[in-house]
């Protein structure tokens, strides 16, 4: 527990993406989408 703190303390915090109502959801491909995913739902665990 404590070496995974101080890892997670290493790692710079990710910058928030503001999300653009008018970008067509065609730009972003699955992958792209797959990882903003994980990447949110780490965030919401994190906090």
């Given at each position: 527990?404590?070496l ?13 993406v ?12 699955e ?17």
């Amino acid at each position: 527990r404590d070496l995974a703190a101080s890892l997670h303390s290493i790692l710079p915090l990710p910058t928030p993406v503001l999300i653009d109502d008018d970008a067509e959801p065609e730009e972003e491909d699955e992958e792209a989408a797959l990882a903003r995913a994980i990447a949110a739902e780490q965030q919401e665990m994190d906090a």
